[in-house]
């Protein structure tokens, strides 16, 4: 398990990083962006459907076709959090190192995003005030690590899960072996 895990983890990661640089370059080069929250979930859930193929390799290549919903969840959440922390850990240093203004940049895309919406003065202010916060927050490298585990690895782990579900096969009884 431990090299089906290494080899669809790193891979998951790549994936995932290759989705935060397109992102974060979007972010930076075109301020007037226009985001999609549900797109880019999806685009999420996309990545993480590697997740399934890494627990179908696992079960029919060292399982002879059977896997339990135990054994199959805990293969693709160890896959799950595998990419996720190769997500987290070059996001703290790409953050550092190279885009220490991203919450200013952020900030500005959010606030942007309201008035091209054309939200009240008060959301706007709302908005503004959270934003703030954020950035308050944002010095601490363990709430940036809490809530870069938080952009994905729920995601991960749903569809672990699912996929845990569609791809556990119980043993054949004796009688269809016959």
């Known amino acids: 398990m431990k090299k089906n895990v290494f080899i669809f983890g790193l891979i998951l990661g790549a994936l995932l990083l290759g989705h935060m640089f ?3 370059h ?4 075109k301020p007037d962006l226009q985001t999609n929250d549900i797109v880019g979930y999806a685009a999420m859930i996309v990545v993480f459907s590697l997740t399934f193929f890494g627990i179908r390799n696992y079960r029919n290549k060292e399982l002879d076709g059977i896997i339990s919903l135990g054994k199959a969840f805990k293969t693709g959440a160890f896959i799950a959090l595998l990419g996720s ?3 987290v850990l070059v996001w703290l240093f790409y953050y550092y190192l190279f885009v220490p203004d991203f919450i200013d940049v952020y900030s500005a895309h959010v606030i942007n995003t309201c008035t091209r919406n054309g939200d009240t003065a008060t959301i706007i ?3 503004t005030a959270q934003m703030k916060q954020l950035k308050e927050m944002y010095k601490s490298p363990f709430f940036i690590i809490l809530m870069t585990y938080a952009e994905v690895l729920p995601i991960g782990l749903v569809v672990a899960f699912v996929s845990a579900l569609v791809l556990r096969r119980k043993e054949k009884s004796v009688e269809n072996k016959l």
């Open 85 to 87: 922390t190769m997500y």
């Open 22 to 24: 397109y992102m974060v």
């Open 125 to 127: 202010a709302d908005k």
């Open 26 to 29: 979007l972010l930076y080069t």
